[in-house]
């Protein structure tokens, strides 16, 4: 779980650099460089991207908060990964959907990021994202998007928003995961504590849609 408030309230980046080529990385090679960063203490812009993508799992490069060097920098220790999208074809994909115009990368964790993130908060963060086409991405993005413009709204009247990642949310029966939120998080002001989970259906697979929202009224009534 993140405070929101840090995800709104990035460290103040510096300028300059681009995103290099980066080799392949195994998962032992990947632990041992991850334990070498918590060892020598992340550095605020460090944690805030491995605090930013353990509960959104990819966002665009404008809401990583960071640099362009930084960028680089994160991309070359392998804390960040970025899809294999150009930044023309992600700018028409937004278009399509109506969100922030203009040439951007999508990014995700990258290996070290992935087990930095482990270690932090004792669950594994959502995963799989250089594998998934561009339109199942955008599920997520927009996902995300909703829950950052709320947040934003939320803070701007007081409220403070602690934002659960897909594996923190997850509803579990018998150790086997019956219900995975698109996202959940809760706003807190004072005394007062509102849990809201957020579904967003955006293909033609209306089973999909009606299955999720029966196993909601199972969880309800059980």
Request: aromatic content about 10%.
């Amino acid at each position: 779980m993140i405070a929101l408030t840090k995800l709104l309230n990035p460290p103040m980046p510096s300028s300059g650099g681009r995103p290099p080529g980066y080799e392949l990385m195994t998962s032992s090679q990947a632990k041992a460089e991850a334990y070498k960063l918590l060892q020598r203490g992340l550095t605020p812009p460090e944690a805030h991207v491995v605090d930013a993508l353990f509960v959104a799992g990819v966002l665009p490069e404008y809401r990583l908060g960071v640099s362009k060097k930084g960028v680089s920098r994160f991309l070359h220790s392998r804390i960040l990964d970025h899809l294999p999208f150009d930044a023309r074809t992600v700018s028409q994909k937004f278009d399509e959907y109506s969100l922030t115009p203009g040439e951007t990368l999508l990014y995700t964790l990258g290996p070290v990021g992935i087990e930095i993130a482990r270690e932090r908060y004792g669950v594994a963060p959502p995963s799989g994202f250089l594998a998934y086409p561009l339109e199942r991405i955008m599920h997520d993005v927009v996902v995300n998007e909703v829950v950052l413009a709320i947040g934003t709204k939320a803070q701007a009247h007081g409220w403070e928003m602690s934002w659960m990642s897909k594996y923190e949310s997850t509803l579990y029966r018998d150790g086997r995961p019956i219900l995975e939120p698109d996202a959940f998080f809760i706003l807190r002001r004072a005394e007062t504590e509102l849990p809201f989970i957020l579904e967003y259906h955006n293909e033609d697979k209306r089973t999909r849609g009606i299955r999720k929202v029966r196993t909601y009224e199972m969880v309800c009534a059980s």
